[in-house]
């Protein structure tokens, strides 16, 4: 199959999962309980002023119609506006975005310092107590919910020691060291969950490297362990970490959403659980809708970058592709 054959393939299954994705994300969040006209004019409205509401609103006509309406405005960047104050849902996840990226890049980036040094620890030492001690620190980081080692960290660094703040944001412009330290707890507490999860995925796949002729020539020849695994295993290993971190982005976007009501950050978690609570369902679909996208572009940027890793890894997979054709 041609490389042109292969990106055409990637593009069809992205719009194909797009489509899925906002026909399930419409259909969930009109499943929702409640009615916006009855938020917007309260409990006293009287049953005309609410279906003349509801006219307005465009939410008296057939959901067929809504649904190609809102999916026809995503197709040109228009998330729609939200029936609360009749701001575009773009203009209203600009400020919030900035807070999510913050914490989603410094928490992905601590769990990268965390599991590769680790996973590699527990590759090397596997039948001895580091091994068994990093394996067995990843299980327990594994059970514990992310609300739960949040809290705990607030308790030990902020209430106990007080040493940082428990909650709030400063935005960076306004003061880096108070943003910094706003963003170390929530950072930490979303690092070290994803950290447990990829320290297993690190350690399998080198586990895999230290199987290899390449490993044993390489200790053959009188190098350290670590030298031959750094300088042979960590190019290897990276398909695999790069195929699990593309896989995990959906949960730490998830998780980063339940940091942030822990901490009281200003991100796309408060703002979408505030639009749920209100009934606004376009800045609920348009959050979601948004989340979904950047999931599935990284995705797919993902799958392109095994050619730039290891162009003969990208041979591989596309001659597999074409004999499972």
């Known amino acids: ?21 906002s026909l399930l994300i419409f259909v969930m969040t009109h499943a929702l309980p409640g009615d916006v006209a009855q938020v917007l004019l309260g409990t006293d409205a009287t049953p005309e002023a609410l279906a003349e509401l509801r006219a307005q609103l465009g939410l008296d006509r057939p959901l067929v119609l809504q649904y190609l309406s809102w999916l026809g405005g995503i197709l040109v960047g228009d998330f729609g506006h939200s029936h609360l104050n ?26 990268l310092l965390i599991a590769l040094p680790a996973g590699m620890v527990a590759a090397l030492k596997r039948r001895s107590w ?14 514990i919910p992310v609300f739960w080692g949040g809290i ?17 944001y400063v935005p960076l412009a306004k003061n880096p060291g108070q943003w910094a330290a706003h963003l170390v707890l929530p950072a930490v507490t979303l690092a070290g969950v994803q950290a447990a999860v990829l320290i297993r995925y690190v350690r399998s796949a080198f586990l895999e490297v230290l199987d290899e002729d390449y490993y044993r020539t390489a200790r053959s020849i009188g190098w350290t362990p670590m030298r031959a695994l750094l300088r042979h295993g960590v190019r290897n290993a990276a398909i695999s970490l790069v195929t699990v971190l593309g896989l995990q982005l959906s949960s730490v976007l998830v998780g980063a959403i339940v940091v942030e009501s822990v901490f009281t950050l200003p991100g796309l978690g408060s703002m979408l659980l505030t639009a749920v609570g209100q009934r606004d369902l376009v800045v609920v679909q348009g959050t979601v809708m948004f989340l979904v996208l950047a999931v599935l572009v990284i995705s797919a940027l993902v799958d392109f970058s095994y050619l730039l890793i290891d162009p003969r890894q990208g041979l591989r997979r596309t001659s597999a592709d074409a004999g499972r054709a």
Do not use: D, Y
């Not at 575009?88 to 601590?110: D, E, K």
């Open 86 to 111: 009749g701001q575009p849902v773009l203009a209203l996840l600009a400020p919030r975005l900035a807070v999510t990226l913050w914490l989603v890049l410094f928490g992905l980036i601590g769990s």
């Open 1 to 21: 199959m041609s490389l042109a054959l292969r990106v055409g393939r990637r593009l069809g299954v992205f719009a194909v999962s797009l489509l899925g994705a």
């Open 152 to 168: 705990l960290l607030v308790f030990f660094f902020s209430v106990w020691l007080r040493w940082l703040p428990a909650n709030g």
């Open 130 to 143: 580091p091994g068994f001690t990093i394996s067995a620190a990843a299980q327990i980081g594994m059970a």
